[in-house]
């Protein structure tokens, strides 16, 4: 089983940037696709960026596209997640997973809080 580990969240003002980190255990995160998540309370998690195992292409959800960026360095076992021009709608709980064809593969970390205040 694979264990992820997500920091780098904080406050923030809007406009700001973050840079997530989500560290991964075991040998098997580089032959996989991963992704960010968020969630607010009351909502459904939602996929915000996804990349493929080798890198070379990525997926943005239309509300972060040219703000965000995902990146993988697979020698470390970690997926990131820089975010800039930061906007009250991104304040959210993110979560990072392997994605798979039917969406995410493993356990839930326990992910890190971004609150964006306006």
């Known amino acids: 089983q694979v264990q992820l580990v997500e920091s780098g969240g904080g406050l923030v003002q809007a406009g700001g940037s973050l840079r997530l980190s989500c560290a991964a255990s075991?040998?098997?995160?580089?032959?996989?696709?991963m992704a960010w998540y968020r969630q607010t309370p009351g909502k459904q998690r939602q996929l915000v960026a996804a990349i493929t195992s080798g890198g070379s292409t990525n997926y943005y959800a239309d509300s972060v596209k040219g703000r965000f960026t995902i990146s993988r360095d697979n020698a470390k076992n970690t997926v990131y997640l820089q975010m800039n021009s930061l906007k009250p709608d991104d304040t959210a709980v993110y979560y990072c997973?392997?994605?798979?064809?039917?969406?995410?593969?493993?356990?839930w970390g326990q992910g890190t809080q971004v609150t964006v205040s306006s």
């Open positions: 997973n392997g994605r798979g064809f039917n969406g995410p593969l493993w356990t």
């Open positions: 075991g040998s098997i995160f580089s032959i996989n696709a």
